[in-house]
């Protein structure tokens, strides 16, 4: 503990639970990775169904790692190995490994953006037959679930973290790099458009975008670019979009959902899902948002939004998921109406009262 030199009697206190990382925290990833042996073998691990920020902090902190001289390293996630179209021209790509392929005992593990071990998947195991697992996030739900964490529930993204410790390490950004943690910082501050966008963050954005970067490029890749059939297929989940004006405490609820049918009939792969709560989250009437998308014939995925209202992610950890405040999920089984009622059932204690 680090106040135990203290005066005796001091009160050792500990950290306020939204305080990001300590200086011990730093220094002991700092030292892990300072001093790895020079064929250590290092396995990145990122969420299931990763996203711009989960794919771009992990490619964006390996290409560091690689330019410190790391060789032996694989980047992977659970699941499919199949990266989303709009993220298939990060830098770093080459990185990445099947999940069925990733090291069965690395000598280190890097975790990133994933809030619990549970968003690991298969790959859980990683954090026993690892030598040290060290853990880089933003979720204030995170577990502390590696022997080293660095989570910082202030930042706008993991990337942030990311960049903190490359830092650190003495990793020059260049633009590779600089791409990768640009485009998980666009991705978790909705390009720059939520609270979390700090002074800090446009900041770091300013020092990745001198690396030569190519914001417009990057946007139009990442974010304003479907194929036609996902157009088509949004439009037919828009239109049977359904608002509920008294839900949440007269906060109003609106919501809607696409099924396996739906992708099939538009030739479209599920991550072209994604996108779709960014529209529905646009009505004015309503605070909460939800988009319900199925990924096994009895699986669903669930997206939440909320404007400030409602602690989504009070919803989504009671339905055994995670999140933000005010952007979470869960994934449930039953049909979308039962997935919907146990969402309604827990939208009222989820609305945030003047003392919270
Ligand atoms: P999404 O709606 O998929 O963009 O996710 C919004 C936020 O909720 C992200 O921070 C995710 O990490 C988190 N999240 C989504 N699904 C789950 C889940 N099944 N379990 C835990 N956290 C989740
Ligand atoms: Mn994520
Ligand atoms: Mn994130």
Same mark, same amino acid.
């Given at each position: 503990?680090?106040?135990?030199?203290?005066?005796?009697?001091?009160?050792?206190?500990?950290?306020?639970?939204?305080?990001?990382?300590?200086?011990?925290?730093?220094?002991?990833?700092?030292?892990?990775?300072?001093?790895?042996?020079?064929?250590?073998?290092?396995?990145?691990?990122?969420?299931?169904?990763?996203?711009?920020?989960?794919?771009?902090?992990?490619?964006?902190?390996?290409?560091?790692?690689?330019?410190?001289?790391?060789?032996?390293?694989?980047?992977?996630?659970?699941?499919?190995?199949?990266?989303?179209?709009?993220?298939?021209?990060?830098?770093?790509?080459?990185?990445?490994?099947?999940?069925?392929?990733?090291?069965?005992?690395?000598?280190?593990?890097?975790?990133?953006?994933?809030?619990?071990?549970?968003?690991?998947?298969?790959?859980?195991?990683?954090?026993?037959?690892?030598?040290?697992?060290?853990?880089?996030?933003?979720?204030?739900?995170?577990?502390?679930?590696?022997?080293?964490?660095?989570?910082?529930? &202030?930042?706008? %993204? +993991?990337?942030?973290?990311?960049? /903190? *410790?490359? !830092? =650190? $390490?003495?990793?020059?950004?260049?633009? @590779?790099?600089?791409?990768?943690?640009?485009?998980?910082?666009?991705?978790?501050?909705?390009?720059? &458009?939520?609270? %979390? +966008?700090?002074?800090?963050?446009? /900041? *770091?954005? !300013? =020092? $990745?975008?001198?690396?030569?970067?190519? @914001?417009?490029?990057?946007?139009?890749?990442?974010?304003?670019?479907?194929?036609?059939?996902?157009? &088509?297929?949004?439009?037919?989940?828009?239109?049977?979009?359904? *608002?509920?004006?008294?839900?949440?405490?007269?906060?109003?609820?609106?919501?809607?959902?696409?099924?396996?049918?739906?992708?099939?009939?538009?030739?479209?792969?599920?991550?072209?899902?994604?996108?779709?709560?960014?529209?529905?989250?646009?009505?004015?009437?309503?605070?909460?948002?939800?988009?319900?998308?199925?990924?096994?014939?009895?699986?669903?995925?669930?997206?939440?939004?909320?404007?400030?209202?409602?602690?989504?992610?009070?919803?989504?950890?009671?339905?055994?998921?995670?999140?933000?405040?005010?952007?979470?999920?869960?994934?449930?089984?039953?049909?979308?109406?039962?997935?919907?009622?146990?969402?309604?059932?827990?939208?009222?204690?989820?609305?945030?009262?003047?003392?919270?």
């Amino acid at each position: 503990m680090s106040g135990s030199g203290g005066p005796a009697g001091a009160v050792v206190e500990a950290a306020p639970a939204d305080s990001g990382p300590t200086p011990d925290d730093w220094a002991a990833a700092e030292s892990l990775l300072r001093g790895l042996p020079a064929d250590a073998r290092v396995l990145l691990i990122c969420h299931v169904n990763p996203d711009g920020d989960a794919l771009g902090s992990m490619l964006g902190f390996g290409l560091g790692l690689r330019s410190l001289g790391v060789r032996r390293m694989q980047a992977t996630f659970p699941g499919p190995p199949e990266v989303p179209e709009p993220l298939r021209g990060l830098p770093g790509l080459d990185l990445l490994v099947p999940a069925t392929e990733a090291y069965p005992d690395p000598e280190l593990v890097i975790c990133f953006d994933a809030a619990s071990e549970s968003r690991l998947g298969e790959l859980v195991d990683r954090l026993d037959t690892a030598g040290a697992a060290l853990v880089l996030d933003h979720h204030a739900s995170n577990t502390r679930f590696g022997g080293v964490n660095l989570v910082d529930p &202030r930042a706008a %993204a +993991t990337s942030v973290v990311a960049e /903190q *410790l490359l !830092a =650190r $390490l003495g990793v020059v950004l260049d633009a @590779p790099i600089a791409e990768c943690l640009y485009v998980a910082l666009t991705t978790d501050t909705g390009s720059f &458009r939520f609270e %979390a +966008t700090t002074p800090a963050v446009h /900041q *770091l954005a !300013a =020092r $990745l975008l001198a690396t030569g970067i190519r @914001p417009g490029d990057i946007s139009r890749r990442v974010f304003d670019t479907r194929p036609f059939g996902a157009v &088509r297929l949004f439009g037919e989940a828009l239109g049977r979009a359904r *608002l509920e004006p008294a839900a949440a405490g007269g906060r109003g609820f609106v919501w809607t959902w696409a099924g396996l049918d739906d992708l099939a009939r538009h030739g479209q792969r599920p991550y072209v899902l994604e996108a779709l709560i960014d529209s529905v989250r646009c009505t004015a009437e309503a605070d909460v948002s939800c988009v319900v998308k199925q990924t096994t014939p009895a699986e669903w995925a669930v997206s939440l939004r909320s404007k400030g209202g409602v602690d989504v992610s009070r919803v989504a950890v009671a339905l055994g998921g995670g999140g933000h405040r005010f952007a979470a999920g869960f994934t449930g089984g039953g049909t979308v109406e039962e997935v919907v009622d146990r969402i309604r059932g827990q939208l009222d204690a989820a609305v945030i009262s003047a003392a919270d």
